[in-house]
């Protein structure tokens, strides 16, 4: 006679509890432009005319962001290393399109896209 060993469904339960966390986040990609927030934010200010006072404010610690295509959404982006502005990775970019891979963070009704990488768009 075989013996069957049945797992609880609390076991299973548990199990999987634990092993959620270990999991990544899906990775995402957004094309857009990189932006430099604030001269955006004030004054609509964008494109390869606002390249270089872009490339200026990001020098001086202002977050560049990314505007995406079709929405027209600003995203906040990080960099993946604790302590470390993504503004020197994006500079190059100013005022062009790129498209980004990152993870998304979210805290209270907070979004940011962690970057993973950035390559020029067509």
Known sequence: MTRRTYVPAMAIAVILAVAAPTLAAPAVTVTGEIIDSAC???MSAKGESHRGCAQDCA?????????EDGTDEVIWLAA???MES??????EHAGRKVTITGEWAERGGAKILVI???????
């Open 59 to 67: 020098d001086a610690g202002i977050p560049l962001a990314l505007l």
């Open 40 to 42: 955006y934010i004030k």
């Open 86 to 91: 993504p503004n020197a990775a994006l500079k």
């Open 80 to 82: 993946k290393s604790d």
């Open 116 to 122: 993973d990488s950035v390559e020029a768009a067509n």
